[in-house]
Structure formats: structure tokens, C-alpha cells
């Protein structure tokens, strides 16, 4: 099929035969990673800006990478290095950047919904690296590639995800993702931590982190928000972990073969136990992180027109 997409904003936009079209063209670019010299002429001549308003390492330096190894010109910007702290506007600084003709802009930002609006701004390509507490559509994807590809499917897995879900992107676009493509997803964290009426989209809610992870094929570990949190809303680190860390004892309820993901970065001790993220029986945390370049690869070529 074609990719006729103009932007990438989120997983819930997308249909279940373009996340395949996309898992599908993801794989054929992990090779490429292995290669002695990783570059291939796919996009040369074509520009990237990489527009970051919030801190990233994972998935600035893997949207670079994926670029470069398209020999893609990639440019980054962040907030801090430019004109966003003499005041200029979102939308100017997007203004100013269409004007250079870039055929993609990635964007991260606080606010929810920005690359929503810069994708009816402007003409170029946008990608969403991650929008507020809203979507975070590249790494649903990333997961749901490794998922694919330690379990040989998606459809019919139990799939569990614990931790700060209120305040997570990641969890939002995996809910879309993993039940578009069949799997059944298990929430688990706080009340406090938990949206209201989210069993609306089509999960099973628990407060109590061993009822979520019994028979469970993946467990997903996210990191508590501090940074999107504008109260307190549990007692302390410490008495999280009691209840929420993943560590060797509870992970016997998962199924045997359980793989344990983790979008980054960790608080070990806090929401996994040192020896269970780097464990290489179950943990696939740095496959995440391999299978993002090639998700991004897949991405960048998708929108400039590579299947045509």
C-alpha cells in the first residue's frame, strides 16, 4: 500500500494497515544498523529539523540518527539555544523554519496538541516526538515493533502497563496502538495516577501492580511524571517502590517468558529493580532503543515519498 499520510501525530490517527506498513518498513531498515558504513542514499537532499521545547535523549538522538543514516540533512534545535528565549512565538519559529524549506519538522513540546496545530500551519511534513501528557506516537510504535518481534505477534498478548499512566504519552499512544492490533491491555498504578474513566478506552484497570502482571506476556514499566505534576499526589519514592517496582519476586506471576519494557529513562529502585532491567532473559529495554532508529528511518522515508 501508500503511505498518504502528510504528518505523523498520533497512533490514534492511524489505521491498523499503516502501523503494519510501518512496522513492516522499520524492519527492513534494521540491517542498516549493522552495517559497517550506515548510511544509505534514501533521502539525500532532503532536510530534517529536529525542534525539541523539552529535554530528550532517546528520542532526539535516534530522530538525528535515523536522519543522518538517510544522509537526510538533520538540523537540532532546542528551546534553550534559540530564539524561544527572546520571546518568539511557536508559531514564528515555525513560520521562520518553513521558510528554509525543510521537508520534515519533528517536534516536541509541552503543550498538548502543538504539532497539531503546526500540521495545519504548515506545508512540510510534522512528526510528533511527544506532545504534553497527550501522544508520544514514535515510541508506541518502537514498543509495539519489539513486542512483534520477541513474541512473533501482537494480537491476543496480555499487556501490561504500570505506573504514573495519568501523566504518560507513552501509555496513551500504546493503549491506541496495542488494541488496534488485538493485544489486551492491563493498567496498573495509584489511584491517583490512574484518568478517570479511562476503562473507556477499551482496558482493564487495577490499583494493585501483582492483579495486573498475573499471566501477563509484557510488562511495561513507566517512569512517575514529577515533571508534569503540579502536586503531590503519592507519599513518597520510597513507599512507591513498595507497591509498584517490578523486581524478582513479583515477576513470577508474569508468564515465564514475560519480556519487560521500559520507554526510559529509569529510576532504578523506583519503578524496576536494578537486576530485572538488566536482566537479558526478559529485559528488552536497549532492543526499544535499537528497533527507534529503524522506527524513524521508517518514518522520515514513509513521509518524504520513499514508497512511491
Do not use: W
Not at 529513562?265 to 532491567?277: H, K, M, T
Amino acid at each position: 500500500m501508500k503511505f498518504e499520510k502528510k504528518d505523523i501525530l498520533g497512533i490514534k490517527e492511524l489505521t491498523v494497515d499503516e502501523i503494519n506498513l510501518i512496522l513492516e518498513t522499520a524492519e527492513s531498515f534494521l540491517e542498516i544498523s549493522t552495517r559497517e558504513i550506515k548510511k544509505v542514499p534514501t533521502m539525500r537532499g532532503k532536510s530534517v529539523i529536529n525542534l525539541f521545547y523539552e529535554a530528550s535523549t532517546r528520542t532526539r538522538t535516534s530522530f538525528e540518527i535515523a536522519g543522518k543514516r538517510l544522509s537526510a540533512d538533520t538540523i537540532n534545535i532546542s528551546a534553550s539555544t534559540s530564539s524561544v528565549v527572546k520571546g518568539e512565538t511557536l508559531i514564528d519559529t515555525a513560520r521562520n523554519l518553513e521558510a528554509m524549506n525543510p521537508d520534515v519538522i519533528v517536534i516536541r513540546h509541552s503543550a498538548a496538541g502543538a504539532p497539531h496545530m503546526l500540521a495545519k500551519l504548515l506545508r512540510q511534513s510534522i512528526i510528533n516526538a511527544g506532545d504534553g501528557a497527550h501522544e508520544h506516537p514514535t515510541q508506541a510504535l518502537l514498543d509495539m515493533m519489539t513486542i512483534k518481534e520477541k513474541k512473533g505477534r501482537i494480537a491476543g498478548l496480555k499487556v501490561a502497563i504500570v505506573g504514573d499512566i495519568m501523566h504518560s504519552r507513552v501509555a496513551r499512544s500504546n493503549i491506541y496502538g496495542l488494541s488496534k492490533m488485538g493485544a489486551k491491555v492491563v493498567l496498573a498504578g495509584p489511584a491517583t495516577m490512574l484518568p478517570r474513566n479511562i476503562e473507556q478506552m477499551g482496558v482493564v484497570v487495577h490499583t494493585n501492580l501483582e492483579d495486573a502482571i498475573i499471566d501477563a506476556d509484557v510488562v511495561m514499566m513507566l517512569r512517575i511524571q514529577l515533571e508534569r505534576q503540579n502536586q503531590s499526589i503519592f507519599p513518597s519514592l520510597r513507599e512507591y517502590s513498595q507497591h509498584y517496582c517490578l523486581n524478582r519476586t513479583n515477576i513470577q506471576l508474569a508468564k515465564k517468558d514475560v519480556i519487560v519494557m521500559h520507554p526510559g529513562p529509569i529510576n532504578r529502585g523506583v519503578e524496576i529493580s536494578p537486576d530485572i532491567a538488566d536482566d537479558p532473559s526478559c529485559s528488552v529495554i536497549l532492543d526499544q532503543v535499537n528497533n527507534g532508529v529503524a522506527v524513524r528511518m521508517a518514518l522520515l522515508y514513509l513521509l518524504t515519498g520513499g514508497n512511491e
